[in-house]
């Protein structure tokens, strides 16, 4: 498609989602660094019926981490630390549990620290105090490891903000001022920053969420809570800057470059997913937070980079994003596989029992997602949209109930043309 031509298809596209209530936020496509499409879509703020421009301010949830894993990539090449670090060596109050848990693992996933918004009832109960890095952390570390470091992968909010602890404790400063001093300011990222819910924030978007099928305020969060794992904002146009340069190396050298866009197993680098799609090879990552839900995209050999930013929490970003894809590549006739990032994933890892008593099993590899019964054996599972899938041997649908932010707490299981409801039990 001729680029003039694509930023009214790709609004024609995008018009559906928004019309059905299903998106509301702002889009950037750009190639080369020029943007194809930039542009707001529905209702920043439904009360005062105000419209998303393309500079509203958006929480990112888990694009946090790219942040947190370049500022530890800039410490390692200052020679404060080497990736294969204990993290006992930088975190004194580890627990014996977590001898052999290195810094590389707390990147990748692959730890096997319980998450602490894995907890039951987190978001519900937990998540309105203010906490500091080392009191989130204290929630789940006298919990066993769920595997042996670096035998598994399980998307980990919790050790995110052990690297952010980490950074603090190491530099003597706050999170938020080891950010601004070595990326935000150095890069010009004027409109990203550390949220706090009290400050006065120019353009900032509200968020909302479904309930009982209606719209309605997104619940509160202390946003010392996400910390070095989701805290932070940005606005389209500083996302594409920091794309940029973390394609051209600018916050750290080449090789520490090449190690955070390096799939270290599981289809995941540092603070990105690291997988294919058309044939291409994409680097993406998803953030779910209250009131929001964001993806970004990059195929670095077409020089292409996707930003789909929602004000509504579990809006289907990433279906949004694959489409947007899919046209600027003339993919459509196609039909290629939904491949969405890990970190979305996982809120639907978990045991489910049916209405029939049998228990549905759901496990992640990656951006992998396999479903289990009693009567069926291990079956891996394909994306039709962000909630639902198909079975790719067996006649299965699941389309699961989640909010963007916890855990999927239900199921649909669908077989045979039968809907059977779950409710997560683990």
């Known amino acids: 498609m001729k680029t003039a031509d694509y930023a009214p298809a790709a609004a024609q596209r995008v018009a559906p989602f928004v019309e059905a209530d299903l998106f509301a936020g702002a889009i950037l496509v750009a190639q080369n660094g020029v943007p194809l499409l930039r542009q707001g879509f529905g209702l920043a703020d439904r009360e005062w019926n105000i419209a998303h421009r393309p500079t509203g301010k958006f929480r990112l949830g888990s694009l946090t981490k790219q942040f947190t894993a370049t500022l530890i990539l800039q410490l390692m090449e200052r020679g404060r630390f080497r990736l294969d670090d204990k993290v006992a060596q930088h975190f004194p109050d580890a627990p014996a549990a977590w001898a052999d848990v290195t810094l590389l693992h707390l990147l990748t996933h692959t730890s096997g620290i319980p998450s602490y918004t894995s907890l039951p009832h987190f978001f519900a109960q937990e998540a309105r105090r203010d906490r500091s890095p080392r009191e989130i952390i204290a929630l789940t570390e006298s919990m066993p490891l769920d595997f042996p470091p670096g035998s598994a992968f399980k998307y980990n909010n919790g050790g995110y903000v052990i690297l952010g602890h980490i950074i603090e404790r190491i530099t003597g400063q706050s999170y938020e001022a080891v950010l601004r ?77 090449a190690l955070m866009f390096e799939d270290h197993g599981h289809g995941y680098g540092f603070g990105w997913g690291i997988q294919e799609q058309f044939g291409r090879r994409q680097f993406v990552h998803a953030g779910g937070i209250n009131g929001f839900s964001v993806v970004v995209s990059l195929y670095p050999d077409d020089d292409l980079f996707i930003a789909v930013l929602a004000n509504i929490q579990a809006a289907p970003v990433q279906k949004i994003a694959r489409d947007l894809a899919a046209l600027f590549f003339g993919a459509e006739d196609e039909a290629p596989a939904l491949v969405l990032d890990a970190a979305l994933l996982a809120d639907y890892v978990g045991t489910y029992r049916l209405k029939s008593g049998r228990l549905l099993q759901v496990t992640q590899d990656g951006a992998r997602l396999f479903a289990e019964t009693g009567d069926y054996g291990r079956q891996e599972l394909r994306a039709i949209d962000d909630q639902t899938f198909a079975g790719r041997l067996v006649d299965w649908q699941l389309r699961f109930a989640a909010d963007g932010v916890e855990q999927a707490q239900g199921v649909i299981f669908v077989r045979d043309g039968t809907e059977t409801k779950g409710v997560r039990e683990d």
């Open 181 to 257: 001093d070595n990326i935000l300011d150095p890069l010009g990222l004027a409109n990203t920053g550390y949220e706090h819910v009290a400050a006065i924030i120019s353009e900032r978007v509200r968020g909302y969420r479904f309930s009982n099928g209606k719209i309605e305020n997104a619940g509160f969060l202390a946003m010392s809570v996400p910390h070095a794992a989701g805290a932070v904002y940005a606005t389209l146009d500083d996302l594409l800057i920091w794309q940029r340069a973390l394609v051209a190396a600018k916050p750290f050298s080449p090789a520490s470059a």
